[in-house]
């Protein structure tokens, strides 16, 4: 008489600990994570996609002058301010002001010295001060706050 066939193994993979896992990973910013316990070995890991960006591109400028909207706006394109351009560093979101709702670091018309935190650049979740290359008067900011930002991006200009 044969044996009756076996049942098969139970699911070693518990999904309330995989589901747990990918809690952890959304509470604290992590893109993955890897627990080994008892010899099961679970990595859980998410795809991180950028976030679509919409760019704003200014018209050429005409000829001639350029005549008005027929709602009596004006496209304005800034012109470059002179001065030396502080940079950003890093890749990041550019905050102009330590915490929400507080006054801005600098504003422009303000004197600054040399070391002087003109703002924050986040980057992995870490804040990092942005200093003034050197002391002048800001004369333009020409970044927003919570904008992202490039390597090598201008942020604002010292005079």
Request: glycine share 8%; charged share 20%.
């Amino acid at each position: 008489m044969a044996s009756p066939p076996k049942a098969p193994a139970a699911d070693p993979i518990d999904a309330r600990l995989v589901r747990r896992l990918a809690d952890i990973l959304t509470e604290t910013g992590l893109s993955e994570i890897e627990v080994e316990h008892s010899g099961l070995k679970i990595r859980v890991a998410k795809t991180l996609t950028a976030a679509p960006m919409q760019m704003a591109y200014a018209p050429a400028p005409a000829a001639g002058p350029a005549p008005a909207a027929a709602t009596g706006t004006e496209a304005v394109v800034p012109a470059r301010a002179s001065g030396d351009e502080v940079k950003s560093p890093m890749v990041g979101s550019v905050y102009l002001q330590p915490e929400p709702g507080s006054d801005s670091f600098v504003k422009v018309g303000d004197t600054v010295t040399a070391g002087q935190t003109l703002m924050i650049i986040e980057a992995m979740k870490t804040m990092n001060p942005i200093p003034a290359p050197k002391a002048g008067k800001i004369v333009a900011i020409l970044v927003e706050d919570g904008q992202p930002v490039e390597f090598g991006e201008p942020l604002a200009v010292i005079g």
